[in-house]
C-alpha cells in the first residue's frame, strides 16, 4: 500500500533532527545539495546542518550567497581543470573529489594566486567502475605521495561513493576496501599529509558505511527529500 499521497512528507528540519540524533560524536552529516534551491540549503543550515557538499559551481555559488559561511562548504563533483577558479577556491573549505596529479597541480596554483592552502580528500572509485571518477584503491598511495609535495593543498583523506547497489548490504565490502586504504596511509605517517576524513555513503547506505568507519556521510534525500 502506497501511502506516500495522504502522508505529509517530514521536513527538512524533522530529517536533520532524526539523521543529528542518530549520529555519534566525531561524525559529520554533510547535506548533499545538489538541485536544491539555495532556501532548501538555508532551511538545512537552520535545522543543524554544518556542512554542505556542492556537486555544480553554479548552483553553490547561488546557494552561498544566501547561506554564506553559517556552514563549511565541500566541493564534490566531478572537477575539471578549467571549472578550478579562483571564484569556486575562495567558496570551498575542501575538495572531496580529487582524483589525479593534473587537477590537484591546478588546484594548488590557483590557490598560491590567493594566498590558500586548500584541504582535499582523494576520490576512490572503490567499484572499479569505468563510468566513475576516482583512483582505484592501488593507486591512492601514489597519489597522496604525489599531492602531498605541492605547497598550497592539504591531503586529510578518503572520500568514495561505490557502486550504486539495491541492497546498501552488499556496499560493505567497497567500503571496506576504502577504509583499509586510509588505515594503510594513515600509518605511513607521511609528511604534510593528514589522514582525518573518511567520507563515504548516502541517504541509502550511511549505515552501513559508519560501520565501515566513515566519519563524513553525505545525505541529500534523506534531508531534502526524492529529487525531481
Ligand atoms: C548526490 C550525491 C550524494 C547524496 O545522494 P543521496 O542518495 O541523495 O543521499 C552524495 N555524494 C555525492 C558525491 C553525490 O553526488
Redesign the pocket.
Same mark, same amino acid.
Given at each position: 500500500m502506497d501511502y506516500n499521497h495522504v502522508m505529509p512528507r517530514s521536513s527538512i528540519r524533522e530529517n536533520v533532527a532524526r539523521l543529528l540524533a542518530e549520529l555519534q560524536d566525531g561524525v559529520e552529516l554533510m547535506a548533499?545539495a545538489?538541485t536544491r534551491t539555495p532556501e532548501e540549503v538555508l532551511e538545512a543550515v537552520q535545522a543543524g546542518i554544518k556542512l554542505i557538499?556542492e556537486?555544480y559551481v553554479r548552483e553553490a555559488k547561488e546557494a552561498y550567497a544566501l547561506v554564506g559561511k553559517s556552514a563549511e562548504w565541500h566541493f564534490?563533483?566531478t572537477l575539471r581543470k578549467h571549472s578550478v577558479r579562483r571564484s569556486m577556491l575562495e567558496i570551498f573549505d575542501m575538495i572531496e573529489?580529487v582524483d589525479s596529479l593534473e587537477i590537484a597541480g591546478e588546484i594548488d596554483r590557483k590557490c598560491a594566486q590567493i594566498g590558500k592552502t586548500m584541504p582535499i580528500l582523494i576520490e576512490v572509485n572503490s567499484g572499479r567502475e569505468p563510468q566513475k571518477s576516482g583512483v582505484h584503491p592501488e593507486g591512492v598511495e601514489q597519489l597522496v605521495r604525489e599531492t602531498s609535495g605541492l605547497d598550497n593543498i592539504k591531503v586529510m583523506g578518503l572520500m568514495t561513493?561505490g557502486p550504486f547497489l539495491a541492497d546498501p548490504e552488499d556496499s560493505r565490502p567497497y567500503f571496506g576496501d576504502t577504509r583499509k586504504v586510509f588505515e594503510e596511509v594513515k600509518s605511513l605517517a607521511l609528511p604534510h599529509v593528514d589522514m582525518r576524513y573518511l567520507s563515504m555513503g548516502? %541517504?541509502?547506505s550511511y549505515r552501513v558505511a559508519l560501520k565501515e568507519g566513515a566519519n563524513i556521510i $553525505?545525505?541529500? %534525500?534523506?534531508i531534502f527529500g526524492e $529529487?525531481d
Open positions: 548533499a545538489k557538499g556537486n564534490i563533483g573529489s561513493m548516502m %541517504t541509502d $553525505r545525505i541529500g %534525500t534523506g $529529487r
